[in-house]
């Protein structure tokens, strides 16, 4: 779990502080409707995908095919931004993304993906699967993991930024 060392109230109109634990329940209860994966170029321009991640034990995982620009831009250099859609506000992490070797932990992700409604299959250290999204790439899709360092939350309630531990 992201432990948040710090937290900071960035919001100019005087909002109350938006606590960690309440956006925690809803990232664990699968509440994000979206999720959006920034990287950059070789060139130093911006790329922006849609991701289907899972928030679990406190990082993100994600999928992606190794010939996508998402995939190639992230092996060249892991710092990315992930961004989530949330009831009533969304939320940017920043941080770094490595492909999962493990394959008890892509296995974990395999079911956790099939338990939301991807019938998705571990393969090793991979990913299968009969259909995915577009973006994603043919298959066998690796996994990837990004441990957040910071976040910031904005909406209508108020805007935080928190640092984790």
Known sequence: MSVVATQENID?????DIAWSGVLDLLEAGRAKRYWLAT???DGRPHLAGIGARWVDGKLYFKSGARTRKSRNLERDGHCVISAELPDFDLTFTGEAVRVTDEVTVRRIAEI???SGWPARAKGSQLEADYSAPTAGPPPWDVWIMAPESAIGLGAGGAM???FA
């Open 40 to 42: 950059v170029n070789a």
């Open 113 to 115: 993906y099939a338990d």
């Open 161 to 163: 930024r928190w640092h």
């Open 12 to 16: 100019l109109y005087g909002s109350p």
